[in-house]
């Protein structure tokens, strides 16, 4: 390969002398009589040396600012000082300021040549080096880039796995629903109810999601009980209500092997305990009980009485919020029943009971 050398000196016999030498050793040269020629031969880019030659003392343009010049703009092509010995100081300055290596004159061709393939050696190294540094950055810029592709991918996958699962519960809901007329659309009251709750007192994204879920599937263990006994005309007997309250461990049973609505089972279990301790099925009590069932415990019953059930017509509004303030602190969360009724949580389902269910509320 045929390496280039500029060689920037005012001195005529130096060109000569130090051109002849490296053109028999095999490089191929280009001259200059002063900086400004070397710097325009550089910048036109048409001979693109691999080392530079530069001599320190010139008039006009010092080899000093040339090589500044060069270095900023060149930073990558080695330069080698041409110095007397008289100003040796100066040139151990220059690599200081980022020579590559300073040569005496007069100048020993041996000394050249070798001073020369180093600084073309040092050039190389520097390319391959600047070479890797590029590789290396754009092989992570398509790692990222495939990362990225990757992570869009998964999230649409998640976004379609979490559409099919809504559409599996609002199935399941209505399978429970199916089973008992008179609660159709119950539980999707519920959620609304129970969302906009969550909401109001500042649960996360995912907490609020999964109650939606849990309100909707509250009552799926009423698969399991006799549809005899969830149509019943008047009050159950000890024995019978014994049997309904099965339906909230039923339904902990259902969903406790699917993964994905093990965060529901609390509501699922939990919606029927009191706040006092005195409700079913494990008879806990205040924050014992978890905040999603203690909120889907008061959608439920609000939904409940402001809805026609087998044994009597929908009560007002008024009278359902005069009961969930009976039964504050001792069926319901205080708390959660000051922000149901003063934050009128029970609006957000009310256009829907209009158009949905006329018969259902009458305030
Ligand atoms: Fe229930």
Not at 102 to 122: D, F, H, N, S
């Amino acid at each position: 390969m045929d390496y280039r050398v500029l060689l920037i000196d005012d001195d005529p016999i130096i060109r000569k002398v130090v051109g002849l030498t490296l053109e028999k050793a095999g490089f191929v040269l280009q001259t200059a009589s002063n900086g400004t020629e070397g710097i325009n031969i550089l910048e036109r880019g048409d001979f693109s040396p691999d080392c530079v030659i530069l001599d320190i003392r010139m008039p006009k343009i010092s080899g000093i600012e040339v090589l500044s010049r060069i270095r900023k703009k060149f930073p990558l092509i080695p330069v080698i000082m041409l110095t007397a010995l008289t100003d040796i100081e100066i040139a151990i300055d220059t690599m200081r300021r980022g020579a590559f290596d300073y040569i005496l004159k007069p100048v020993r061709k041996v000394q050249l040549i070798e001073t020369v393939k180093k600084a073309i050696r040092y050039r190389e190294i520097q390319l391959e080096n600047e070479r890797l540094v590029k590789e290396n950055l754009e092989y992570q810029r398509s790692l990222e880039r495939k990362v990225e592709e990757r992570t869009r991918e998964l999230l649409m996958a998640y976004k379609k796995l979490k559409e099919a699962n809504l559409e599996t519960v609002k199935v399941l809901a209505e399978t429970i629903e199916a089973k008992d007329p008179y609660t159709r659309g119950h539980c999707n009251r519920v959620r609304i109810l129970s969302s906009e709750m969550a909401s109001v007192i500042g649960l996360s994204k995912d907490r609020i999601e999964s109650i939606e879920y849990g309100a909707l599937l509250h009552d799926i263990g009423k698969i399991g009980i006799p549809e005899n006994l969830l149509h019943k005309n008047g009050p159950l007997t000890p024995e019978e209500a014994e049997k309904f309250h099965q339906h909230t461990i039923i339904g902990d049973n259902i969903i406790k092997d699917v993964d994905f609505f093990k965060s529901c089972r609390k509501i699922i279990r939990g919606h029927h305990e009191w706040y006092n301790g005195k409700g079913y099925p494990d008879g806990l009590s205040g924050n014992q009980i978890d905040i999603s069932a203690r909120i889907v415990a008061i959608a439920d019953s609000f939904d409940a009485m402001t809805s026609t059930r087998p044994y009597r017509t929908a009560r007002s509004l008024d009278f359902a919020l005069e009961e969930l303030v009976k039964g504050k602190g001792s069926q319901f969360d205080p708390d959660l029943i000051d922000i149901f009724i003063d934050r009128e949580i029970y609006r957000s389902i009310f256009p829907l009971r209009d158009t949905e269910d006329s018969t259902a509320i009458h305030s």
